[in-house]
């Protein structure tokens, strides 16, 4: 065992030190899942409950006679890292794919799935809805309609800016369906505006990403637009 992967290490810097030797990236928006052993998240969680506490006592709030926040950390510290960036932790939702055997060519479209994510900025929520519009062809890999919503979830679990979401789900499922046109649309609340900032509880943010015949024809772009705004 290298000095680098010696138990007495942080696990933070055991992670961060395989992610680097490998030149992987480990953006806020990146999911690690592959590089954390069995037993790490779990070391994980509690070295970022004495960091959620840390930030507690910098705030001069009391965690020893406040019986509202005595555990707060660890709350905090399990919310992170089993559900609001979960998708940073754990490996994709496992997923059946199946054969097109039928040649299906039709458009599809999968939507609204609600959507939580957090600002990457301020780590404020972000809660919204997402669209997916899906042209196959005779070669597309189909899968079940329940994994789209846990595929977009996967994506979405981790802090992120709206833009680059979107983006992120497009890749995903263009190189696991390899459809002739994949369409997302979402649009989002975000509460670094509502909470903080300007205060504007009325903006919304919406962005779209169109790939192949969602963004050559102009006549499938329409139809997938018009339908989804009939919901």
């Known amino acids: 065992m290298s000095h680098t992967e010696h138990p007495g290490n942080p696990v933070s810097k ?113 809660i919204g809805r997402v669209w997916l519009g899906i042209l196959p062809n005779a070669k597309s890999n189909l899968i079940g309609l329940s994994k789209y919503s846990r595929l977009t979830n996967w994506i979405m679990s981790r802090p992120q800016i709206q833009e680059e979401a979107i983006v992120q789900l497009a890749d995903m499922l263009e190189t696991m369906i390899v459809p002739d046109g994949i369409a997302v649309v979402m649009e989002a609340d975000h509460f670094c505006m509502h909470w903080r900032g300007v205060k504007d509880d009325d903006t919304q943010m919406i962005n779209s990403v169109m790939r192949g015949e969602f963004l050559e024809n102009a006549s499938l772009r329409r139809e997938f637009l018009t339908l989804i705004r009939l919901r």
């Open 14 to 126: 055991r992670i961060r030190q395989r992610l680097e030797a490998s030149g992987k990236r480990y953006f806020a928006n990146d999911n690690i899942a592959d590089f954390i052993e069995p037993g790490e998240l779990e070391a994980l969680h509690a070295e970022a409950e004495k960091a959620v506490e840390h930030l507690l006592d910098a705030l001069v709030i009391d965690r020893t006679y406040d019986h509202n926040t005595r555990d707060t950390a660890p709350r905090v510290a399990k919310m992170y890292l089993t559900e609001v960036f979960a998708g940073r932790y754990v490996n994709p939702p496992e997923t059946t794919e199946f054969p097109n055997a039928e040649s299906l060519n039709e458009l599809m479209i999968v939507g609204p799935v609600t959507v939580r994510s957090a600002c990457s900025h301020h780590l404020c929520p972000i």
